[in-house]
Structure formats: structure tokens, C-alpha cells
């Protein structure tokens, strides 16, 4: 059963005067298929924290366990690998591959980790059809809708079937109705993937669709009570 945990992660970047303290002693836990959102204005540590747990940025304090290992005592290319494969991650600019088409998109994690098989090709595939772009696997993304696009994102961070699906402000670029109906899909993933989910947003309306709710302010953690 999957489960993170987030042990006093501490975040300082050094500046001509003092260190700049970002995340003060961030802990919370996070267990099998659970999903959380994360509010908090503008420069609170929140893409920070999101790439800490994403192994994307190293803590300067504290630690992040997913599945009793902590990444940052992996060496690279090991870290690499534990990232393509346990970690899945949508960001608000969609980072697609303008040359290639929305099925070679969503293969781009699968051919960084090796060959591309059969298999592959089959879950790429069915991952389209699930976010409704089974007409649309060999459309570029010039040719898609900002929507789409995001959908095509969303298929890539689970081709490999990670662990846990970090996104950044998945709904930042759409408008509303388009949000509501991408924050839906990535649940209805999330529950049938079985995976953990982490949501970093604005959107008090993406937030309310996630079962725990967090915000993130002067470097600190708090757990907003349901209801």
C-alpha cells in the first residue's frame, strides 16, 4: 500500500544578507489513494514544496518518504529512474512536444526509461481514449484546445503508472467550465489508478473537489477541518 510522508521539511535559499527560510517544518501524511489540495497565496513555498516532494528540488532539512525510501539519498541516475518511475506530474503550461503528436506525448516518460513496447503502446493508448481523445492520438498539440492538451498531460503523467500525481496549478490556463471538467477527470484517474495525488492551486473550486484540504502560509502547513 502506498503511503508519503513528509518529515519537518525545512527549504532556505541563501541570499546576500540571510538566509530566505521558505518552508518552516512541513509534515503531514498522505496514505493509500488519498488526494490533497494545497492553497496558499502567491510566493508561499508552494512549487517549492510540490518539487521537494517531487524530487525535482532536494529539502534543507527534514525528509520526504514515498514507500519507506527517501529519494534524496538515491545518486543519480537511480534518482532519475525513482522519479519516471513512481512519479507522475502536470503542470499548468502543458510541456507537450509541439512535433509530436498527442500519443507520441504521452510515450515521452515511457522512452525515457527504455523501449517502447507493445504494452505501451496499448496503455498510451487506452489512457487517450479514457480522457476522451481517442479521435485525436495523432493530432499535434497546435491542433488541440488548451483543454486537450492538458488531458494529453494528464495521460502522460500516468503512463507509467506512478506511485503519486503531483500537478501545479493543472487548471491555471483554462476557463471554468473546462477546469471543473479536468479537475473531475483527474479524480475519477486518481480513484481508478489507486494512486496519491497532490493538487498545488488558487482554485478554491479545485480544492473543494479534493478530500483534504491544506494551506500553505509564511512557510507553514495547516490542515483545513471538512466542512
Do not use: Y
Amino acid at each position: 500500500m502506498t503511503r508519503l510522508c513528509v518529515e519537518n521539511v525545512v527549504k532556505q535559499f541563501l541570499t546576500p544578507a540571510e538566509p530566505l527560510e521558505v518552508l518552516r517544518g512541513i509534515s503531514f501524511t498522505l496514505e493509500h489513494g488519498q488526494n490533497m489540495a494545497i492553497r496558499g497565496p502567491s510566493g508561499s513555498g508552494k512549487s517549492t514544496l510540490l518539487n521537494i516532494v517531487g524530487t525535482l528540488d532536494a529539502p534543507s532539512g527534514g525528509r520526504v518518504l514515498l514507500d519507506g525510501q527517501d529519494p534524496a539519498l538515491l545518486p543519480e541516475p537511480a534518482l532519475a529512474a525513482f522519479r519516471s518511475h513512481k512519479i507522475g506530474l502536470v503542470f499548468q503550461d502543458h510541456h507537450l512536444l509541439p512535433q509530436c503528436s498527442a500519443l507520441e506525448n504521452v510515450l515521452v516518460p515511457v522512452v525515457a526509461a527504455g523501449p517502447v513496447h507493445a504494452e505501451h503502446l496499448d496503455r498510451a493508448a487506452m489512457l487517450l481514449d479514457r480522457v476522451g481523445l481517442k479521435d485525436r492520438r495523432n493530432h499535434r498539440p497546435a491542433e488541440l484546445s488548451g483543454g486537450q492538451r492538458q488531458r494529453v498531460a494528464l495521460a502522460r503523467a500516468l503512463v507509467n503508472r506512478p506511485a503519486l500525481l503531483l500537478a501545479d496549478e493543472p487548471t491555471g490556463n483554462l476557463d471554468h467550465t473546462t477546469a471543473d471538467a479536468i479537475g473531475r477527470l483527474m479524480l475519477e484517474l486518481q480513484r481508478e489508478e489507486q494512486t496519491l495525488m497532490i493538487v498545488v492551486t488558487h482554485s478554491s473550486r479545485l480544492a473543494g473537489l479534493m478530500t483534504r484540504q491544506f494551506e500553505l502560509d509564511d512557510g507553514r502547513l495547516t490542515e483545513v477541518p471538512a466542512g
